[in-house]
């Protein structure tokens, strides 16, 4: 039986498109109040507004940068002045920069690397770090990481942002054992090719570079993911959904897609 929101906290990191923005939509039908942070506060506020029509609850949204420490220490202050308490984290937050093979890899695609693993691994860390002490005095706690198909498998062209996404799932197992014995919930939602701004921000903003990915075959949708991330979140305490491996039908793994031309 899923259990609705009831008015419990939800934080969600890289709330401003994808599959975080598709996230807060859903967390918010099923009635958990939002706190919403991403670099770019102009679209989380069309987000915040559009959620606002929907559902009568102004969600809080702030300015983070998972990757700078005051940034982040300012959200969840924040986070908190405004709400009082969390229960839900949504590690949403991430990207992939560039395709370099390491062995031709550039000095430009060694901060594309920092990026990365600064983001996906160090903002990861971080954000729960500062959010575990209140996730921990609450009932109700959950923590729910966006991990990836490349956390379990890599693929050339891939090193880092496979090792960030191998990283987030050994990070997972490592909080769902720490943590037992204790009311917090720990999940890994896993996802293949999904059209979000993912390949535009990989390919540092070709499009059609971008667009190619998703040629021929039909992705997921960033509600797709949303819909995991709430279904995990809305089952009762006792239950811990481990990990969601989710994937278009088109895509039977990492670089293994049925195009039709
Ligand atoms: P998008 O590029 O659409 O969204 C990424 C989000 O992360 C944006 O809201 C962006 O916000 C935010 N973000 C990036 N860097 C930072 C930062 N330093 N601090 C705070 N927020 C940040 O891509 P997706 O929705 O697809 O990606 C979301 C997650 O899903 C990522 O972790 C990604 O690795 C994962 N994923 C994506 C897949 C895909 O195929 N699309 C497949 C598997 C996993 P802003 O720029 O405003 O800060
Ligand atoms: C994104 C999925 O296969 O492009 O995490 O690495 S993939």
């Not at 969600?12 to 770019?40: C, K, Q, Y």
């Not at 995991?228 to 969601?244: G, M, S, Y």
């Not at 989710?246 to 039709?260: F, I, M, N, T």
Request: proline share 3%.
């Amino acid at each position: 039986m899923a259990i609705r929101g009831d008015g419990k906290v939800a934080v969600v990191t890289g709330a401003s498109s994808g599959i975080g923005a598709a996230t807060a939509v859903a967390l918010a039908d099923a009635g958990f109040r939002l706190a919403l942070g991403a670099r770019r506060v102009e679209k989380l506020e069309d987000l915040a507004d559009r959620i606002a029509e929907r559902t009568g609850e102004q969600p809080w949204i702030s300015a983070l940068d998972v990757t700078s420490p005051t940034s982040t220490q300012a959200f969840v202050d924040g986070a908190l002045a405004a709400f009082g308490h969390v229960h839900v984290l949504v590690n949403n937050a991430g990207l992939a920069r560039g395709t370099a093979h390491v062995a031709e890899a550039s000095d430009a695609d060694e901060a594309d690397w920092r990026e990365m693993v600064e983001t996906n691994v160090l903002g990861l860390l971080r954000v729960t770090r500062l959010l575990l002490p209140h996730l921990l005095a609450t009932d109700g706690a959950h923590i729910i990481n966006v991990g990836s198909i490349a956390g379990r498998e890599a693929y050339a062209g891939g090193s880092v942002y496979c090792g960030t996404k191998f990283a987030v799932r050994a990070i997972t197992e490592a909080l769902r054992q720490e943590l037992l014995g204790k009311p917090v919930r720990v999940t890994t939602v896993d996802p293949g090719m999904v059209e979000t701004e993912f390949s535009i921000v990989r390919y540092h903003g070709d499009t059609a570079k971008a667009s190619d990915v998703y040629a021929g075959m039909t992705p997921l949708t960033a509600e797709d993911i949303a819909d995991c991330i709430c279904f995990a979140a809305t089952r009762p305490q006792h239950v811990n959904i481990d990990a969601i491996i989710v994937k278009p039908l088109d895509q039977a793994g990492a670089g293994k897609v049925a195009r039709r031309s």
